[in-house]
């Protein structure tokens, strides 16, 4: 293994003891220039969830994974699409929405990290609660996100002899063209994936796009039928096919340019999470 941009020194020390490696890092190390750059976004615990919901639509996954549910300046825990999907598929009603306060739905299992957490330390607590964010202290009460985009940012400043060929298969989750919003939540419910692939192709629904088609059907005012939409009503995204055995560095460059990451190779599909998986290990 191989590292870029490190001082000759530290480098010498690492490659001279094989426990040193990326995963026993300090983030403060990984991450030196870019570890408090990316901003936290917030929600007040007593807002409504179509105020969430709305925030979530703008930035799951193009900068941050979930948003901070705060009591005043104190964050007490997290939402993402997960926590929507949730609560639509059991009350898939307006009332979920207009009726219902961000803190009834608040994961509070909020991973909070320091410049000394190693990378480690900080996909043990990711592994534990089944989503990639968690914040950072940066002073005053403000606070910094760390998600999976950022430990994309450590594969591609890194040169690994990992190759994506050697990711775990895993069984891929798949919905038909006659597919509804009420099976592809099911899915995603019972699967723990953000993500389900259209067979036969390379398109995919995520939480998004679900999300978003709520947000447009005016978070589902005088419909009492969205789980019964078919799911051909709305523009799937395209997962990028790759026929080269790329390296993780190499793959962690192509994910950080997509703003919906996924990737097919052969018959693997590889997400961000797959990623910060391999990453552990090396």
Not at 44 to 68: H, I, P
Not at 222 to 249: C, H, Q
Request: hydrophobic share 40%; glycine share 4%.
């Amino acid at each position: 293994m191989y590292f870029k941009y490190i001082d000759p020194k530290l480098k010498s020390i690492i490659l001279s003891n094989p426990s040193s490696n990326i995963s026993n890092r300090p983030l403060s190390e990984l991450l030196e220039n870019s570890l408090t750059s990316t901003p936290c976004v917030n929600v007040r615990k007593n807002a409504k969830v179509r105020v969430v919901a709305g925030m979530l639509v703008q930035y799951l996954e193009s900068f941050t994974d979930s948003v901070v549910v705060r009591d005043d300046t104190k964050p007490i825990g997290v939402i993402g699409g997960r926590e929507i999907i949730q609560g639509v598929f059991k009350n898939p009603t307006s009332d979920f929405f207009e009726m219902k306060f961000v803190e009834e739905i608040t994961d509070t299992r909020l991973n909070v990290v320091t410049s000394d957490s190693s990378l480690k330390e900080l996909i043990a607590m990711w592994k534990k609660v089944g989503r990639a964010f968690a914040v950072i202290n940066v002073g005053n009460d403000d606070y910094s996100v760390i998600s999976v985009k950022k430990l994309l940012e450590i594969g591609m400043n890194n040169d690994f002899d990992f190759h994506i060929s050697e990711i775990p298969k895993k069984k891929i989750v798949t919905i038909d063209n006659e597919a509804k919003f009420g099976d592809v939540m099911k899915l995603m419910l019972e699967n723990k994936t953000r993500k389900i692939l259209l067979e036969g192709t390379n398109q995919f629904i995520n939480d998004r796009i679900i999300i978003e088609t709520i947000e447009k059907f005016n978070f589902l005012l005088g419909r009492d039928n969205f789980l019964e939409i078919p799911v051909n009503v709305v523009t799937l995204e395209d997962a990028k096919m790759i026929s080269e055995d790329l390296n993780l560095s190499d793959v962690s460059k192509i994910m950080y340019s997509m703003s919906q990451p996924l990737i097919i190779h052969d018959d693997r599909v590889i997400s961000p999470w797959d990623i910060c998986m391999a990453l552990e290990k090396n």
